[in-house]
């Protein structure tokens, strides 16, 4: 079972034990946060300026939509009184709609990232497919899902897609192999509709994204998907995703290795302009 790419499964968990996702953990805490603010007399404008977030994340995780990272959870602790009753609460927040367990620390990481580098070779990334594309993967998972899991997989997906507009300040990278887009998963039509995507999505100033050509001599990514990310302290992470399962990476030697190897496949991908000039003409060829 792949986790395409960005964690999304069925039954998730290193080594398969799947549990059951459920968001009422999420949205109790977001309905604490939202009687808190209302307390204060303040509104999701106002607190997201104090806190430092967007007043969509704030509405976010009001919602029960999205799992709030350890700095989003002080910070309103802090503006809402500092009793310290929503970092207890915080404590038990340990499921997230349509996100695998052993992807959800690194989906904390993700939202509050200033840069992110993602190298794929499998499937698009989560962060740039379109609904038909996420759907199409959703559709060829085994053990087979059913219509409700597809839905609540793709709202996690494109939850996590607002990150590439809410953070204009986050720096994205990806560097992707022409391949994904020669394989035509879906079909043309869905193909045709993911490049019209990524060419609307890399005219944003925080996202590049290259091509590895198909026919390339050397390429340092051999060895299979890599993700990085720095948190606002300057930390370093990385995520390596498998069939079964993910692993977080945060021992300095080794990210220390993998930034080098994605730094080498920067300079082996057609340059920006390059890439985007293929992207277009793969897509006049549909």
């Not at 890599?226 to 399962?245: D, H, I, M, S």
């Not at 890439?275 to 793969?282: D, F």
Request: net charge negative; aromatic share 6%; glycine share 10%.
């Amino acid at each position: 079972m792949v986790a395409d790419s960005d964690g999304v499964v069925g039954m998730g968990g290193i080594g398969g034990g799947g549990e059951p996702e459920s968001s009422d953990s999420l949205r109790t805490f977001g309905a604490m946060v939202q009687a808190l603010r209302e307390h204060a007399g303040l509104s999701r404008e106002e607190l997201a300026e104090v806190i430092g977030y967007s007043k969509h994340m704030v509405a976010s995780v009001e919602l029960g939509r999205r799992m709030p990272d350890a700095a989003f959870v002080e910070g309103v602790d802090r503006a809402l009184g500092g009793t310290g009753a929503l970092l207890a609460a915080a404590q038990h927040l340990g499921r997230q709609p349509g996100l695998a367990a052993w992807f959800r620390k690194w989906a904390r990481l993700e939202a509050t990232a200033i840069a992110l580098y993602t190298y794929e070779c499998r499937m698009v990334p989560g962060l740039l497919q379109t609904e038909a594309y996420a759907r199409a993967l959703f559709s060829d998972r085994l053990p087979l899902l059913d219509d409700a899991q597809i839905e609540e997989h793709w709202a996690a997906r494109a939850d996590r897609q607002r990150l590439l507009r809410e953070r204009p300040n986050t720096a994205y990278s990806f560097i992707l192999e022409e391949q994904l887009f020669l394989r035509h998963t879906g079909g043309a039509g869905v193909t045709r509709e993911l490049l019209d995507h990524l060419l609307d999505i890399v005219q944003l100033r925080n996202v590049e994204i290259q091509i590895m050509p198909l026919v390339q001599e050397s390429h340092a990514g051999l060895a299979g998907p890599v993700q990085l990310l720095e948190t606002p302290e300057n930390r370093w992470f990385a995520y390596c995703e498998g069939q079964r399962g993910g692993l977080l990476v945060s021992d300095a030697k080794e990210i220390s290795v993998l930034q080098s190897r994605y730094a080498r496949m920067r300079s082996q991908a057609l340059t920006i302009p390059d890439s985007v000039s293929l992207l277009q003409r793969m897509r006049g060829d549909l």
